[in-house]
T-cell receptor, first 111, second 117 residues
């Protein structure tokens, strides 16, 4: 299994839709997880951190399943401005290790 | 508004030239990183630093070198640029220790897009 795997998409959804992305990771010792958002030709920016079972911030919910070693990102009521690539990020070798970035899942929200 | 600055943003240069990509941060972060990203592809860590006089190679082998003489400055140098070096180079920083939420949260610069002809 690759260290971090994501469905590359693209996910093409209409405005207002609910969309979910999954990410699997191989290092069972990882304690913290992150979702970053990267707009086209821009730098990644932190969207959410996940340390326990999950985290919610407005329309965004991240959930962690340690037994199955995957994290998910749920976006409710999609907006056009949500169109971006969503990167799953996992520390290598514990909480202080360098971060491994997934290839990202591309989301396109259409009017 | 940016707390981490990269220059130049865009660079087009001929083969064989020496280049230095600059990266500076004003957040007092100990850890700094250089990532390489080709269009539509994932980020690959090429260099990182835990602090002054500390430099380490990342997961992706790179012909570039880095230095960390000051906490806030982490330049990347290519002695002889080649077309295979064409890519986007992203600098980032994070707090070394402290709160769980801070230790691994990366702040990225806007990137330096390098084209070698």
């Amino acid at each position: 299994r690759k260290e971090v795997e994501q469905d590359p998409g693209p996910f093409n959804v209409p405005e207002g839709a609910t969309v979910a992305f999954n990410c699997t990771y191989s290092n069972s010792a990882s304690q913290s997880f992150f979702w970053y958002r990267q707009d086209c030709r821009k730098e990644p920016k932190l969207l959410m951190s996940v340390y326990s079972s999950g985290n919610e911030d407005g329309r965004f919910t991240a959930q962690l399943n340690r037994a199955s070693q995957y994290i998910s990102l749920l976006i409710r009521d999609s907006k056009l401005s949500d169109s971006a690539t969503y990167l799953c990020v996992v520390p290598l070798g514990g909480s202080q290790g360098n971060l491994i970035f997934g290839k990202g899942t591309k989301l396109s929200v259409k009017p | 508004e940016a707390d981490i600055y990269q220059t130049p943003r865009y660079l087009v240069i001929g083969t064989g030239k020496k280049i230095t990509l600059e990266c500076s941060q004003t957040m007092g972060h100990d850890k700094m990183y250089w990532y390489q990203q080709d269009p539509g592809m994932e980020l690959h860590l090429i260099h990182y630093s835990y602090g002054v006089n500390s430099t380490e190679k990342g997961d992706l082998s790179s012909e570039s070198t880095v230095s960390r003489i000051r906490t806030e400055h982490f330049p990347l140098t290519l002695e002889s640029a080649r077309p295979s070096h064409t890519s986007q180079y992203l600098c980032a920083s994070s707090a070394r220790t402290g709160s769980r939420s801070g230790a691994n949260v990366l702040t990225f610069g806007a990137g330096s897009r390098l084209t070698v002809l």
